[in-house]
């Protein structure tokens, strides 16, 4: 499968002709898109029953991408895995919708293997599904960073803007393939033209042979993701 979507479920008003006009703007949403990443669960913990509801309100083979909340991976910068134990048992609640689980980790934070395979191993003894992982620091694009990575199942995120030469191909764990475009040379605000998104549906494409894809854009702040989710959408279904 490829699944592409955006970041969040907001439906613009001048993009509303290309989505039922019925219920709410995730179940319409869910009715166009195969996919969505919940960001707002970096800020905030949800409620079991509220991703019980979303679950519930999209179509069966609709999957949810969740972003790690932030006090496990900015706050506490991986170091106090247990509050894993608060985040992730109302992120089971979607059940066989939850696709991925994101850790997007902060800029300043540089790759420490001892560290990293301390969380990640408390990370899988909770969680044995499929996960990304997206550093923003250059150090995390090293050999070494790559191996641990494969070692627990991980993948690194393919990200445009990348933090590191190099860093818009997938790495870590190929079973998996996670893409986030954050809108360039705007971060969040730029769209991105076809040519870009006609050469990226052929990578997804020749990604696929190895597991799942997802591409999520995030260009979300002016209104460009998606138009641009709409039309690669298209391309990968040609």
Known sequence: MIYIGCAGWSIPWAH?????????????????FPAVEINSSFYRHHKPATYARWAASTPAHFRFAVKV????????RLRQPELLDEFLPSVL???????????????????DPDLVASFLT???????????????????????????LHEFHIARVAADPSPAPGGFNPGGWPGLTY????????????SYDQ????????????????GPVWCIFNNTAEGAAIPNA???????SE
């Open 16 to 32: 509303a002709h290309a989505f039922p006009a019925e219920g709410s703007h995730l179940e319409r949403y869910a009715r166009v």
């Open 179 to 190: 893409v986030r475009l954050h809108g360039s040379p705007n971060v969040y605000r730029s």
């Open 69 to 76: 909340h932030r006090s496990i991976t900015h706050y506490k």
């Open 230 to 236: 709409l039309e690669l959408l298209a391309l990968v």
């Open 93 to 111: 609640e979607l059940g066989e919708k939850l696709g991925v689980l994101l850790l997007q980790l902060p800029p300043g934070l540089a790759f």
């Open 195 to 210: 040519a870009f998104l006609a050469s990226l549906a052929e990578k997804l494409r020749g990604w696929e042979t190895n």
């Open 122 to 148: 408390a990370l899988r003894e909770r969680y044995q599904g499929h996960v990304a992982c997206e550093p923003r620091n250059a150090s995390w694009f090293a050999e070494e960073a790559d191996v641990l």
